[in-house]
Structure formats: structure tokens, C-alpha cells
């Protein structure tokens, strides 16, 4: 679990220049936006899914919180509108008449959710309740990262390390399991080696080795502590709870039924 929870910066999502974008005439020659079937919602067990190439764009049983995160590059706390945005459930195929990055295909995704939702929004700058993560008195516990080590994540007993980790992909991974985004605040650049502790969170026995199941088990179970204390005993950082000024898109009006073709 620790190992796929890899992201960008938060801190980025509060400067993000695509809110300088605007939807213009740029459009996709083919498009289709339904309404996800329940069964297709059964079937996936409610996981959304994006998939793009040059020139296509795929998004299934999407909400349309999230197609406006991923057209406008946001998060979920930059979106705000009616609870139906989160609780509804799309289907969207989408092909450019040539191919084209997803840079040039997210400003068609704004162009076709206008259309399609009758759309219209506005940004605002208001301050948003973050987590800021910071250094705390002491010297972070962090391993440096050897590029000449092997690669891929490795678990000794109970300690569990990941290569090639950096401050920002432990912002991602925290804000995941918290109420507020985590915001990369400790200005430590480049790579370490995360190393987790699990011996305290597994079955009283701290020397036995674990296998890959345990040791995803024990993970859970640590992560549904309290995490500001894991993030000092872990890692030596601190959460602190704070309020920072962030770019919002405000939903002035949105269909729930879509326009389809």
C-alpha cells in the first residue's frame, strides 16, 4: 500500500497555473458523456478510472468533481459546488481529431464540460484548513538515497524501506489518509530511503520476521494511528495544522443530467 501511494507536491496545487486556462475553442472531435450504469458501478466496486493517450481520453464511473480536477489540474479541496458532484457518476470517451498531449486535452475537457454540463464557474483565492508538515527540533530520521543501491522496496524483520522516496511523495501519502491536504513544508529537497518501523504495530512479537501480507496488514494498522505521532516517531517531522490561501474553483452552475451528444 505504502508503495503505490506515490504523488506530486501539494504545495503545487496551491499555485497551479492552470487556472490561468481557459477552455477557449479548443474541442474534441468525438465525444460521448453518459451517465455510468449501476451495474458498471457494481462492477467496479465504485474505483474511478482515467485513461489517456495522444489524442484520447477515456474516464469511467468518474464524478464530475474529478473530471474538473483532472481538466483544471486541481485536488478535491480545490473544487467546490453541490454534494451531487462527488456522489454521481459519469462515463466520458473523448478523441482529438490528431493526436495531442494531455496538456492540450485537458483545456478540450474543460471546453466539453461546459458544454455538456452547462458549466460555469469562477476561481477564487480563500484560505483552506492544510496540515503544514515541518522539521521538528531534532534532525528528520531520513536515510539518504544510494542510486548505486539496488532498487525496489525491502523488508527486514519488520522494517520496511522504500528507495527513492522524497518529501513529496510522503505529503501525498499522508494526505491520504487525513481530513486536509498535507502541505511539503520542511524544504528538504531530493531523495532518502523511507524506513518504517512496523515491530510496534504487529503481534507483540517486535524480532519475528513477517511476511509480505503481515507486514501490509501491520501497515494499515499504523496508519490508522494517530499520525502526527507516527510522523514524529517515524520520521522525526511534525504536522502542524494551519490555514494557507489556495486558488478554488467555485461551481456557479452545473446540469446533473448531461447533455450526451
Not at 498535507?182 to 503481534?203: A, E, H, K, W, Y
Not at 507483540?204 to 510522523?231: I, T
Amino acid at each position: 500500500m505504502i508503495r503505490a501511494l506515490v504523488g506530486v507536491s501539494l504545495v503545487g496545487c496551491l499555485t497551479y497555473g492552470a487556472f490561468g486556462q481557459s477552455p477557449g475553442s479548443a474541442a474534441f472531435e468525438v465525444a460521448s458523456v453518459k451517465a455510468s450504469k449501476p451495474v458498471d458501478v457494481d462492477t467496479a466496486k465504485g474505483r474511478e478510472q482515467i485513461e489517456s493517450a495522444p489524442g484520447s481520453l477515456s474516464m469511467r464511473n468518474v464524478s464530475l468533481s474529478t473530471c474538473l480536477q483532472w481538466a483544471y489540474d486541481v485536488k478535491d479541496y480545490q473544487v467546490m459546488g453541490p454534494s451531487w458532484m462527488t456522489a454521481a457518476r459519469y462515463d466520458i470517451l473523448a478523441k482529438s481529431g490528431s493526436p495531442a498531449p494531455d496538456s492540450q486535452m485537458k483545456i478540450m475537457l474543460q471546453s466539453l464540460l461546459a458544454d455538456r454540463f452547462q458549466l460555469t464557474l469562477h476561481r477564487e483565492k480563500r484560505e483552506v484548513p492544510v496540515y503544514a508538515l515541518i522539521q521538528g527540533k531534532n534532525p528528520p530520521k531520513l536515510h539518504p538515497w544510494d542510486e548505486n543501491a539496488p532498487g525496489g522496496m525491502k523488508v527486514v524483520g519488520s522494517m520496511v524501506t522504500i528507495p527513492k522516496w522524497s518529501m513529496a511523495q510522503t505529503a501525498e501519502l499522508l494526505s491520504r489518509q487525513m481530513d486536509r491536504p498535507v502541505i511539503d513544508m520542511t524544504g528538504i529537497t531530493g531523495f532518502f530511503d523511507l524506513t518504517v518501523n512496523l515491530s510496534n504495530v504487529s503481534d507483540g512479537n517486535p524480532g519475528r520476521e513477517m511476511d509480505r501480507n503481515q507486514m501490509m496488514v501491520s501497515a494499515k494498522m499504523m496508519l490508522g494511528r494517530s499520525l502526527p505521532q507516527f510522523v514524529q516517531e517515524q520520521l522525526g517531522l511534525k504536522l502542524e495544522a494551519r490555514k494557507l490561501p489556495a486558488d478554488v474553483l467555485i461551481i456557479d452552475h452545473a446540469e446533473k443530467t448531461p447533455t450526451e451528444n
